[in-house]
C-alpha cells in the first residue's frame, strides 16, 4: 500500500505599523517615490537626495486562521492536482 502525498498552501495577512523621522526640513510634500523592503524604507526626495529608515517592525504571523488554504495533491515540486481551494 503507498502513502498519498499531500500539499498544503497557506495563504495570511500581517499588520504592521510604525513611525519615523523625516530628516530636518523635509516633509511628505518634498518625497518623489518611495518603497519599503527588507524592514528598510527608501525615501527619495524632489531634490534628488534621499533617505533609509530602518522599520521597527513586528515580524511574527498570527497563524491561527489563515486567509486562504489551497490542498494539492502531491507533494510540493510535483504538486499535480487541486483538490481543494478555501
Known sequence: MTQE???F???YSAFASTSVELPEGKSWNDVDDWYIKWNCL???YKDET???HDLDLYDEV???RPDSV???KGAWADRSELLEDV
Open 62 to 64: 498570527d497563524t491561527k
Open 42 to 44: 527608501h525615501v527619495f
Open 70 to 72: 489551497r490542498v494539492y
Open 9 to 11: 498552501e497557506v495563504t
Open 5 to 7: 502525498t499531500i500539499t
Open 50 to 52: 534621499q533617505s533609509e
